[in-house]
């Protein structure tokens, strides 16, 4: 027995060792990889669903601790509305609710009519800023541009008040030499 294992041991690493050396054949080949390949992609599915499992797991905790959380707040509002239905037990009839609804809507009314009011004097104030802006800026124009020609003219007269000053104190000069008082005052120019 021992020999029939040994031969048929024998026989069978001789078998493999023929299959390693022997090739595949291109279907077998093309098996195996198809095999293989579904077999990653069966794992990474499983590996998914693991993962997903685990979230589902996780949400469930958190949805049932918000629910908790829900129910408690709910528990806490319906006995604050308790509580203040049971301060303020007075009946309200419909005219009162009405006349509140006209109060409100006159009052929004006159709060919209206020709101057109300010953006009409808005509106006037900044047409009246522009036209000032346009004003400032004409006679900013008329200063940069204006000025040398005023600038001249004032030069101009100036120099022929010099001149007149002049004019005069030489003809009272020839005055007091012929003789002649004359009542007019000299003119000095003033210094600028």
């Given amino acids: 027995m021992a020999d029939e294992k040994k031969k048929?041991?024998?026989?069978e690493k001789k078998g493999k060792?023929?299959?390693?050396?022997?090739?595949?054949?291109i279907r077998e080949a093309i098996l195996t990889y198809s095999v293989s390949q579904r077999e990653q992609e069966l794992e990474e599915v499983q590996c998914m669903?693991?993962?997903?499992?685990?979230?589902?797991?996780r949400d469930r905790e958190r949805n049932e601790r918000l629910k908790?959380?829900?129910?408690?707040?709910?528990?806490?509002?319906?006995?604050?509305?308790?509580n203040a239905s049971s301060v303020r037990s007075e009946?309200?009839?419909?005219?009162?609710?009405?006349e509140s609804l006209r109060g409100?809507?006159?009052a929004e009314r006159d709060e919209q009519r206020e709101v057109q009011e300010l953006l009409s004097s808005v509106s006037s104030v900044e047409a009246e800023s522009a036209r000032v802006c346009a004003e400032?800026?004409?006679?900013?124009?008329?200063?940069?541009?204006?000025?040398?020609?005023?600038?001249?003219?004032?030069?101009?007269?100036?120099?022929?008040m010099a001149d007149m000053a002049e004019t005069t104190e030489d003809m009272m000069r020839e005055c007091a030499v012929s003789?002649?008082?004359m009542p007019i005052a000299p003119c000095r120019p003033s210094p600028s």
């Fill in 91 to 98: 009946e309200v009839c419909r005219e009162e609710v009405l």
């Fill in 49 to 57: 669903v693991d993962q997903l499992q685990v979230k589902c797991d």
């Fill in 104 to 106: 409100k809507m006159a």
């Fill in 136 to 160: 400032m800026s004409s006679w900013h124009r008329f200063g940069a541009e204006e000025r040398h020609v005023l600038d001249a003219a004032i030069g101009q007269l100036r120099k022929e």
């Fill in 17 to 25: 060792k023929e299959k390693k050396s022997k090739p595949l054949p």
């Fill in 68 to 82: 908790e959380e829900q129910e408690l707040h709910l528990r806490n509002l319906l006995s604050q509305v308790h």
């Fill in 179 to 181: 003789g002649l008082h």
């Fill in 8 to 11: 048929k041991s024998g026989k």
